[in-house]
């Protein structure tokens, strides 16, 4: 562990850095450095190498692995709309609502597993299908926030319907906005607006599930060298049935031009059904989301013009995990708006419902729940406005960040709308409520677009790589630190911090007068997670790739840091501004803060565990022994099976 004395000696000796020590709220920080209100190390370098790369990252959660507190997507909250913009997304609303509440009947689609052409075509008229596309191609232009706030709409009326909505305007047709060349944006996407013809995205496959990397659909490069001839199958296609321009991806076989070995790249292709050799299989039956079509699509001998490769041959890959990646803050909008419903039911039941001549409301346990319920969803929505803002404002580091918020907002949806069930008791049960189709809508939620437990490793994987990256430069640079003195420095002064206790991870100065004590339990998570994630890394090394009962636990302490600090810069926010709400916005954060350092404790004490640890092994013999038996191993107390 580096210490302060040793960074000192190291300056004297090379003479190439000045370190200052202000007292005093926080100030011009690089992310190797602590915000604080005491003593904080501020290090200017001489050296070029010394800190060209300090900004090149601003995430929050990549330099959180770091043990670096980045706080320019954070604080203050951000605000990327004009009032131009704003203007513009309150027009919106009222025909929004109108639509979901005279055109569009929720329990027809549902019991009919079907849109009508009328529903449709008032989707088409109000250009719901063609959010983001420019308006000078036919669509409304909005932006990611503006989006948000249409789902949020849509989300709280029908989920079914919203994720029919999705899957065009969002996975169907980005790859295209993103990706596609001049010529494909002026072909394609008047086709995917003013055309009425629908997009949609296929890249899972009977085999490949999570794995999306080992797609095994073949594309052929003719002889001519002027189309592909695609071959393959991909397996639960929103919007399949019905969709014409399908963004798919399929391997082409590609040779270095240095060592002359073959390889396949996966590469994303734009599909027309037009083409010929594509077919669709039938509506699958799902327990919900009952009118957003799902299919298996079957490409036999599809040939597929040279010009519709969407990107650079090899680049599928990225493509696809980009096209998730920009999408997943739309599913927490579309539950945002679920969850409201959800409390606003709840809510009414409790205010009116007398049991033991009480209003349940009166009730400390009914009052526990429907407070937990409302901090879920203002946790969830912070989430995806200040993901969805950042992107606005020009984010390009958000990807965990979104990650965060697909897991946390699918969970919590989850949560609220079962807990409102349970307040509703028998009434909650019956369709009638409504309530039980969201219940079913709500469960796939946490499967796609990046299933849960896969996205809880990924958040954790990319953090300690950025990590591991770390520490491995710290240690080259230690090799020569004539040279790399700056690299020295930045991981030096916040180990040295973190060893002897100077700085720490103060949030005080950037939140309001009334949220200190929340701030401080945000930072005291902070600062012992990034201990914990440097104790791992030494520990497993490379190995930390099988340890994934302990990268759980550190996946569920970033989505819990991140949820906290969203919370407070948007409370802040609320008190900066003088909303109305500003009150209760205060108490929720509070409360999710204490809740949520909580679990951040108790997490990092199952990652250091040793009883822990051993419970762990026991659940890994358990879980083996009952796959080889393929069922449960023991019998009934009565021992008759």
Same mark, same amino acid.
């Given at each position: ?32 450095? %602590? ?10 370098? +001489?050296?070029? =190498? ?5 900004? %090149? ?52 689609? /549902? ?13 088409? /008229? !109000?250009? !719901? ?8 191609? *036919? ?18 009326? /029908? ?35 003013? *055309?009425?013809? $629908?997009?949609? $995205? ?32 991909? !397996?639960?296609?929103?919007?399949? *049935? ?5 963004? =798919?991806?399929?391997?082409?076989? =590609? ?19 037009? $083409? ?14 009952? &009118? ?8 036999? /001998? ?28 739309? !599913?927490?909008?579309?539950? %945002? ?16 419902? @007398? ?32 993901? +969805? ?15 965060? +918020? ?25 369709? %009638? ?14 499967? $796609? ?73 945000? *930072? ?7 201990? =914990? ?12 790739? #099988? ?9 569920? &302490? ?16 609320? @008190? ?16 999710? &803060? ?19 640890? #051993?419970?762990?092994?026991?659940? +890994?013999? @358990?879980?083996?022994? @009952? ?15």
């Amino acid at each position: 562990m580096f210490r302060l004395n040793n960074i000192v000696r190291i300056c004297d000796r090379w003479n190439t850095v000045n370190i200052l020590v202000r007292r005093g709220p926080s100030w011009a920080q690089g992310p190797g450095l %602590s915000s604080t209100q005491g003593p904080s190390i501020v290090v200017r370098a +001489s050296s070029s =190498t010394a800190s060209d790369t300090w900004l %090149s990252n601003r995430s929050f959660l990549m330099n959180l692995f770091g043990g670096k507190l980045q706080t320019a997507e954070l604080f203050p909250y951000p605000e990327p709309l004009n009032e131009e913009q704003k203007e513009y997304a309150r027009a919106l609303v009222d025909p929004v609502h109108r639509f979901f509440t005279e055109v569009n009947d929720a329990t027809r689609n /549902d019991e009919t597993s079907n849109v009508d052409s009328r529903t449709i075509d008032a989707l088409w /008229d !109000l250009g !719901l299908l063609s959010v983001y596309v420019p308006p000078e191609l *036919g669509g409304l232009g909005l932006c990611n926030v503006q989006s948000v706030l249409m789902a949020e709409i849509s989300g709280s009326y /029908d989920l079914a319907l919203s994720l029919l909505i999705g899957a065009h305007k969002s996975i169907g047709t980005k790859g295209i906005l993103l990706y596609g060349n001049e010529q494909q944006k002026h072909k394609y996407l008047p086709m995917l607006s003013t *055309g009425r013809v $629908f997009g949609a $995205f296929a890249l899972t496959e009977p085999g490949t599930g999570s794995d999306a990397a080992s797609v095994k659909t073949k594309a052929i490069l003719s002889p001519c060298g002027k189309y592909y001839t695609i071959n393959g199958s991909k !397996l639960w296609i929103s919007g399949g *049935g019905f969709a014409d321009i399908f963004t =798919t991806f399929a391997q082409v076989e =590609t040779i270095d031009a240095k060592t002359g070995e073959k390889r396949n790249k996966m590469t994303a292709f734009i599909v027309e059904r037009n $083409f010929g050799g594509v077919t669709t299989g039938p509506p699958e039956d799902k327990m919900g989301l009952k &009118c957003s079509v799902t299919n298996e699509l079957f490409l036999d /001998d599809v040939k597929v013009p040279v010009e519709n490769v969407l990107g650079e041959i090899g680049g599928g890959f990225k493509i696809a995990v980009n096209i998730l990646n920009s999408g997943r803050y739309g !599913l927490g909008a579309m539950l %945002s708006g679920t969850m409201k419903t959800c409390i606003e039911r709840a809510a009414s039941h409790v205010s009116d419902r @007398v049991q033991f001549r009480r209003k349940l409301i009166e009730f400390e346990n009914v009052q526990e729940k429907l407070a937990m319920m409302a901090t879920y969803h203002y946790v969830a929505q912070s989430l995806t406005y200040i993901v +969805s803002g950042n992107m606005d404002k020009g984010s390009v580091d958000f990807h965990l960040e979104a990650a965060v +918020s697909k897991v946390f907002c699918t969970e919590a949806a989850w949560y609220v709308c079962d807990e409102a069930i349970q307040l509703l008791g028998g009434n909650g049960f019956m369709k %009638s409520s409504g309530l039980e189709r969201f219940l079913r809508d709500i469960r796939v939620f946490r499967i $796609f677009e990046g299933a849960n437990d896969v996205l809880r490793m990924f958040i954790a994987l990319t953090g300690v790589q950025k990590a591991g990256k770390d520490l491995g430069d710290l240690q080259k640079a230690l090799k020569n630190p004539a040279r790399n003195i700056g690299v020295i420095l930045a991981e030096g002064t916040k180990r040295a911090g973190r060893s002897i206790g100077l700085g720490g991870t103060d949030l005080r100065s950037f939140v309001a007068s009334e949220l200190q004590s929340a701030a401080k339990q945000c *930072g005291e998570s902070i600062e012992i997670f990034s201990g =914990t994630v440097e104790s791992l890394l030494r520990a497993h090394g490379k190995g930390i790739t #099988e340890r994934q009962f302990q990268l759980a636990r550190v996946a569920d &302490c970033t989505i819990d840091i991140y949820s906290m600090v969203t919370v407070l810069s948007r409370a802040t926010r609320a @008190v900066r501004l003088n909303l109305p709400s500003a009150e209760q916005e205060l108490l929720m954060a509070q409360i999710w &803060c204490k809740e949520a350092s909580d679990r951040v404790h108790r997490n990092i004490n199952r990652i250091q565990s040793d009883a822990f640890k #051993e419970n762990y092994r026991r659940m +890994s013999v @358990v879980a083996k022994h @009952v796959s080889s038996q393929r069922g449960i191993t023991f019998t009934n107390p009565l021992e008759i099976d």
